[in-house]
DNA sequence: ACCTGAACACCGTTCAAGT
DNA sequence: ACCTGAACACCGTTCAAGT
């Protein structure tokens, strides 16, 4: 591979199609934001005129759908790890799917609000495992590992609430690192935003904490609490069978 | 002025204010989504032009940060129930501030992924509760309850996962079902996108599960999880005091 | 002091037309 | 078959002007 001799303006090489769009859609949310993309600065970014889009994207909203359902997909291929075999048990699964999926926040912090918040196709399914080809690997993979129906579907519910609850807010920190979020254009500033001031003085014990507040313990919370979820998972199932 | 004295088209009477029209945006949004709100048309939702509300409110921006801080302030009226006085323990306030948070969750789904979403003022704060004086009141409840200041920063870590994970997803589901969400304009349907079906054969497990999957037990898991915190809380302190 | 009209730059999207 | 130009309806926002 290498050099090709087809050189161009930027990106245009290949006669554009829907992955290359997404990729490109992915690429520049990481780079720029997710306000910042507009189908005709993705179409210049593409060395091609906005409309052109049309042919492989249908629109706005089905260009986001696809870049969420792209992300989603990979995790099948991604995470980092290989994927545990029939014989390793469900908390070995359960472990490599959420550290996947945390790879998805942690390498896509601005595109991952997208996943979390986007309604899905179905309306039982819950983000950020949305799609379902994820959704029937994660039952089948506890149904043949011995929960019954019922508790499979337990732990989809609490397994998805837990995911959100801690990458989306691991992502925003992330993501506000990356971006920049709210470009304030210094003159913006001066409004009657109320109380604009985010003044820590008035507030003793924020004061004293606020260093505290800022330390990063993303990664060992986020262990922490995944243990303890897979904890109360084995307590409940060992509920069933002694019954 | 011809027969009617002082009533007018809609909205139209207070000289307009920054209350009036963050009101009217949640209203607007309660009823229209998130995606319809415009400054234009909350202008003539309030019988004025959109120009004139750049008075009160900065920019579009400006106004749904101030939609958030105004739901978020509603914490300390609202929440049904009376607030737990400081003989009532720490498990009696948390529980007070959860449904508080979940109430506004239920009542405004709409709103809600905006307060779970936006970067907050200060980069250590965590949606849902992202006010500095909410958070104040919460570090300073548990600390005059007996945390230390590290644990008090651990839980406030915890709940707020908590809360976002659980009330992300409820409101997701109340929301879908008010607002138009995706407003499919039937031959936007038709595009390549991909996988467009939402076709649940192909996956016998889902096929099976999903009368299961379809069921609301929302209310239930929430304050069965909320529990189960709790009692990790619990048993987090106990480990402090005999040390 | 409060609101409006007109204007600017930028959007998403359609569609007939180019190659 | 694939892309473009021109156009339409709608945005957020500014600013001089009205009352």
Redesign the interface.
């Known amino acids: 591979m290498g050099g090709d001799g087809d050189r161009d303006e930027r990106n245009s090489r290949a006669p554009l199609s ?1 992955e290359r769009i997404l990729d490109a859609a992915i690429a520049f949310v990481d780079a720029k934001g997710l306000t910042a993309l507009t189908m005709r600065r993705l179409g210049t970014e593409l060395g091609v005129e906005a409309m052109s889009l049309y042919r ?4 706005r ?2 260009l986001l ?2 870049m969420v ?1 792209e992300m989603v997909d990979r995790l099948h291929l991604d995470p980092d790890g290989v994927r545990p075999g029939p014989g390793e048990g469900w908390q070995a699964y359960l472990q490599w799917l959420a550290h996947g999926v945390r790879g998805l926040a942690r390498e896509h912090p601005q595109v991952f ?1 997208l996943i ?2 986007r ?1 899905p ?4 399914l ?2 950020p495992l949305r799609s ?2 994820v ?2 690997d994660f ?2 993979t506890l ?1 043949d590992r011995g929960f019954t ?2 508790r ?2 337990a732990a ?3 397994f ?7 990458l ?2 691991e992502a ?2 992330l ?2 690192r990356t971006a920049p ?2 470009e304030l254009t210094d003159v ?1 500033r001066s ?4 109380s604009s001031s ?1 003044d ?1 003085r ?5 004061r ?3 260093d ?3 330390e990063d ?1 993303a990664s060992a ?1 986020f262990e922490r ?1 995944l243990e ?1 979820l897979l904890d ?1 998972m084995e307590r409940e199932l060992a509920d069933d069978l002694p019954g």
Chains 1, 2 share one sequence.
């Open positions: 829907r492989y994207v249908g629109g909203d089905d759908e696809g359902d609000p979390a918040t309604h196709a179905a309306p039982w819950r983000p379902l080809r959704v029937e039952l089948s149904v129906d019922e499979a579907v989809y519910r609490a998805s609430s837990f995911l959100l609850g801690h989306l807010l925003a920190v993501g506000s979020a709210v913006a409004m009657p935003t109320t985010v820590v008035d507030y003793p014990l924020l004293r904490l606020e505290r507040l800022s313990h919370e609490a303890d109360r």
